[in-house]
């Protein structure tokens, strides 16, 4: 399957936002704080996603760190 070029920017976006915000998970003591302090460090989301999308992706990565099915 090829991807075309805007699609393309987009993951890469979206793989550079969440490269960083793993930084912040094991500093946090649930999700709400760790949505927060991603929120809080990054001027800039991924622009194609809603906030409320964001925070929702973020909130079932904290969870899969939680639950063990991320490296630590």
Not at 19 to 28: G, I, R, S
Not at 49 to 65: D, G, P, Q, R, T
């Amino acid at each position: 399957m090829q991807f075309n070029s805007e699609i393309r920017k987009r993951v890469t976006d979206l793989h550079i936002f969440l490269h960083k915000a793993e930084v912040y998970l094991p500093d946090c003591q649930d999700g709400d704080e760790f949505v927060a302090k991603v929120f809080d460090a990054f001027e800039n989301k991924p622009r194609f996603l809603s906030n409320e999308e964001c925070e929702e992706m973020l909130l079932e990565i904290w969870k899969a760190y939680k639950d063990g099915r991320l490296p630590s």
